[in-house]
């Protein structure tokens, strides 16, 4: 069964932080690998952060959150995060999580089979 179900989400201001979780079913989280995305009204969705399940634990960033955001995963729980640090106001959007069994963890929703609902952050100043 794929499921994804996102939490975490909700308003905060500039500077301040979000925890973005992402429960798992069993065979989603036997995924190659699992990322973050957002998308922005009226703007395209953008890949944010990616780990690879397996292996190392391999991540990979987009330069608009490096250094701010961390991605992690929790094995035990199948669960993944999303840790973000020194929000902007730019960073408001609907954040999704997704799951990939093709053999890519990147940054390119393209690739990407399974999707969760979303859940909104929104930053004020």
């Known amino acids: 069964q794929v499921q994804l179900v996102e939490s975490g989400g909700g308003s905060v201001q500039a500077g301040g932080s979000l925890r973005l979780s992402c429960a798992a079913s069993?065979?989603?989280?036997?995924?190659?690998?699992m990322g973050w995305f957002r998308q922005a009204p009226g703007k395209e969705r953008e890949g944010v952060a990616a780990?690879?399940?397996?292996?190392?634990?391999?991540?990979t960033y987009s330069n608009s959150v490096k250094g701010r955001f961390t991605i992690s995963k929790d094995n035990a729980k199948k669960t993944l995060y999303l840790q973000m640090n020194s929000l902007k106001p730019e960073d408001t959007a609907m954040y999704y999580c997704?799951?990939?069994?093709?053999?890519?963890?990147?940054?390119?929703?393209?690739?990407?089979?399974?999707w969760g609902q979303g859940t909104q952050v929104t930053v004020s100043l």
């Open positions: 069993e065979y989603t989280y036997s995924s190659n690998c």
């Open positions: 997704a799951a990939e069994r093709q053999d890519y963890c990147g940054l390119s929703s393209r690739f990407f089979d399974y």
């Open positions: 780990i690879s399940i397996g292996g190392g634990g391999e991540t």
